[in-house]
């Protein structure tokens, strides 16, 4: 099979799952025995779940009215069938499907009655769980607690007598599909969580389809038929090939960030040995998981939306692309330090990669007022990062933590400061393509950018607030906890200080920082909008989007858990 596919033909490929959605929101399926009449249920929603699960993972803007109308027919479907006969690997499997598309997508009901599926085929509380559609005789089988592993996962975990049996499965293990594509769950992302033929020919058909691939439910049985989408085997081929959430990001820019890959070790290769090994490790590790392009790309994918007087050089723009990944290994590199979790080995690398950073910024606009305005920023950020060493560290000891004064973080300036470096690549996009850095438009696109880093580090002290508290790091969102909670200065016993913060977190902090959230988000709009030179549907736009409604999500997931530990309740 060939590497490479034209973008034709992934855009041919789109139009064909277009166009070939059902009225109901399903797509046709294809089987191989001539006298079906009809194709199983357990067939219809595992292909159906299967094909949701790579239209999520390709994120194409026009795929969107079609996923959700995949997925209200895969949750009305489901809603409609009963759940305690289907296969429970198809069962699961759709449900954690249709969780990471919606966390509210699921009612109750349904939670309940896969609750109770899941106690009537259990062979232990906690699991592992057999098949409802095995035999009692049979022993529990590894697909299965696979998909209900990545469902609970999502709604009521851990249950470790379930992860201990999934910690067993050996190597190579398959029990329905022949040819291993392996789509990943939380908590075994190592491990296969489905498996299936692999597209066997290229290129498309006329209809714009890629040859059909057949998901045969056992292979060993002879007498079995296989059946399939032409529709899921198009969706296969697109994200085979396309590794990026977009699909234009992918297409357009592979070969500069390649080009940028390739300077960025030729750089480090320079250097001596001890460092130089270290430092491409860790720029190869940073350009491996930036795979939306956000940091070594930010300039170019920032450009495609900009209206400017002058069209930027594309060589520059992948300059400023490589400062902002050497900027981005020592940023992260230096974080560890400030959490106490630096490796000294690091540090070194980590200095290279800063003086690199700022030597670069220098070259590609030599203009004085951008070099000042280039130390300015590292300065701003060393100030910060010296602010909060100084305020937001509480001792701890013996699992006891000494809470003292409350770090005050005003207008929450030192949340954005601390990466204002992350900006650069923007600034100086906005210079190359002809703009001044004191004119209204840079200002403003500034000015916005700052609030995106403001609701970046309150959505990472969202996800970080347990851990920040258990190393006596009081975060913004901690600092809100201790203030809405009321703990005086002294000594508070952290198990207990942890659980009290916990139930303060969801009934009174959470709707605060999500109203926050939501007003940085809002602000920062508002900037994008008086510069008058980007098109709606810009980066930093797309930035924010992906990030304000964080706490809205966190919200339902847990209110979702508790559904589910009601309903597992009420059923045991």
């Known amino acids: 099979m060939t590497k490479q596919i034209a973008e034709a033909d992934i855009h041919n490929g789109l139009s064909y799952i277009i166009r070939s959605q059902q009225k109901d929101g399903s797509f046709a399926i294809t089987t191989n025995n001539p006298d079906s009449v009809q194709v199983p249920l357990t067939c219809t929603l595992g292909i159906h779940a299967l094909l949701l699960d790579v239209l999520c993972t390709i994120r194409e803007p026009r795929l969107t009215p079609v996923i959700n109308r995949l997925a209200a027919y895969l949750k009305t479907t489901l809603a409609a069938s009963p759940l305690d006969s289907l296969d429970s690997y198809v069962l699961f499997y759709g449900l954690a499907v249709l969780y990471e598309y919606d966390v509210a997508v699921l009612p109750p009901d349904i939670i309940a009655g896969a609750v109770k599926s899941l106690i009537a085929n259990e062979q232990a509380p906690g699991g592992p769980y057999r098949n409802a559609l095995d035999s009692p005789s049979l022993e529990p089988d590894w697909l299965t607690n696979m998909a209900v592993s990545r469902f609970i996962h999502h709604v009521g975990g851990p249950f470790p007598n379930l992860a201990a049996f999934l910690d067993a499965i050996p190597t190579g293990y398959n029990r329905y599909y022949t040819t291993a594509w392996p789509l990943s769950f939380a908590g075994a992302t190592h491990k296969p969580a489905f498996r299936h033929a692999k597209v066997r020919a290229i290129p498309q058909l006329p209809n714009g389809s890629w040859p059909i691939e057949y998901v045969q439910q056992d292979p060993h049985d002879k007498s079995s038929f296989a059946y399939g989408s032409v529709a899921l085997s198009t969706a296969h081929m697109i994200a085979h090939f396309t590794r990026t959430p977009s699909i234009v990001t992918a297409s357009n820019f592979a070969a500069p960030y390649k080009r940028l890959a390739a300077a960025a070790h030729a750089d480090a290769a320079k250097l001596d ?12 590790k940073l350009i491996a998981a930036d795979t939306s392009c956000e940091i070594g790309l930010l300039a170019l994918r920032f450009t495609d939306a900009l209206h400017t007087p002058h069209t930027p050089n594309t060589q520059i723009l992948e300059k400023l692309g490589l400062a902002n990944v050497y900027n981005w290994v020592a940023y992260t590199i230096y974080d560890d330090f400030l959490d106490d979790e630096g490796d000294p080995l690091l540090l070194s690398a980590a200095n290279v990669a800063l003086r690199k950073t700022v030597q670069i910024f220098s070259e590609v606009l030599p203009d004085p007022i951008f070099k000042a305005h280039v130390q300015h920023t590292f300065d701003t950020i060393d100030t910060a990062n010296a602010w909060e060493v100084t305020h937001c560290r509480f001792t701890i000891q013996a699992n006891t933590i000494q809470i003292g004064a409350i770090p005050d973080y005003g207008d929450l300036h030192y949340l954005h400061d601390r990466s204002l470096s992350h900006r650069l690549p923007i600034i100086g996009t906005l210079l190359v393509a002809g703009f001044s850095l004191t004119g209204r438009e840079v200002t403003a696109i500034a000015d916005s950018f700052r609030h995106y880093l403001i609701i970046r580090q ?32 002294g000594r508070q016993p952290l198990n207990s200080l942890y659980s009290k913060l916990q139930r303060v977190f969801w009934a009174q902090s959470l709707p605060k920082l999500d109203s926050l959230l939501q007003q940085h988000a809002a602000i920062a709009r508002q900037f994008l909008d008086r510069s008058m030179i980007v098109n709606p549907d810009n980066l930093i736009a797309q930035l924010i989007d992906n990030l304000a409604d964080a706490a809205v999500k966190m919200q339902a997931e847990h209110q979702q858990a508790n559904d589910f530990l009601h309903a597992f309740k009420a059923q045991s």
Request: with cysteine; proline share 5%.
């Open 273 to 284: 040995p001890l460092i130089a090994e270290v430092l491409q490790t860790r720029l190869a």
């Open 458 to 489: 309150l959505n990472d002290d969202l996800c970080d607030w347990q851990d920040d508290l258990y190393a006596g790091h009081i975060s913004y969102v901690v600092a809100q906890l201790l203030h809405d909670a009321q703990i005086a200065p």
